[in-house]
């Protein structure tokens, strides 16, 4: 049996460029991939905290170190520039895997500045 669990994550990214002329796609700082384990050409879900949105594109890789989150092609109808959004990457994992399977966590401020990183999300309490 295959589950799919998050793989990684981008947390609180803020939108630095929507270009509806762009083939599509959402380019994310080489830095930011990296940390995340994300990679080019990967799909990837996208959550717009700002307006509620949430859409399916995947990764391209833009400047390193540049901080750009740019939201491309028809996808540039659903978030803005500023607008803060998660970006996550799901993987297919067998039973054997899940044993060790702990997913990549990257906290971003909001000039897109790495603050921090993790595999584990606190418990939600009451």
Same mark, same amino acid.
């Given at each position: 049996?295959? *589950?799919?669990? /998050?793989? $990684?994550?981008?947390?609180? +990214?803020? =939108?630095?460029?929507?270009? /509806?002329?762009? %083939?599509? *796609?959402? +380019?994310?700082?080489?830095?930011? /991939?990296? #940390?995340?384990?994300?990679?080019?050409?990967?799909?990837?879900? @996208?959550?717009?905290?700002? #307006?509620?949105?949430?859409?399916?594109?995947? $990764? !391209?890789?833009?400047?390193?170190? *540049?901080?750009?989150? *740019? =939201?491309?092609? $028809? $996808?540039?109808?659903?978030?803005? =520039?500023?607008?803060?959004? @998660? !970006?996550?990457?799901?993987?297919?994992?067998? %039973? +054997?895997? /899940?044993?060790?399977?702990?997913?990549?966590?990257?906290?971003?401020? %909001?000039?897109?500045?790495?603050?921090?990183?993790?595999?584990?999300?606190?418990?939600?309490?009451?």
């Amino acid at each position: 049996m295959q *589950s799919l669990m /998050l793989k $990684a994550k981008l947390h609180k +990214a803020c =939108v630095t460029h929507a270009e /509806l002329d762009y %083939e599509g *796609s959402c +380019a994310i700082d080489g830095n930011m /991939l990296d #940390n995340a384990e994300i990679r080019e050409f990967e799909q990837i879900q @996208i959550y717009n905290i700002t #307006n509620g949105e949430r859409f399916t594109t995947y $990764a !391209i890789r833009a400047e390193t170190g *540049s901080g750009i989150i *740019s =939201v491309n092609g $028809a $996808a540039a109808h659903k978030a803005d =520039v500023g607008d803060r959004i @998660i !970006i996550c990457a799901y993987g297919s994992y067998s %039973e +054997a895997e /899940l044993l060790n399977h702990k997913p990549k966590l990257v906290y971003l401020d %909001e000039k897109n500045t790495i603050i921090r990183s993790s595999n584990t999300i606190p418990v939600q309490a009451a």
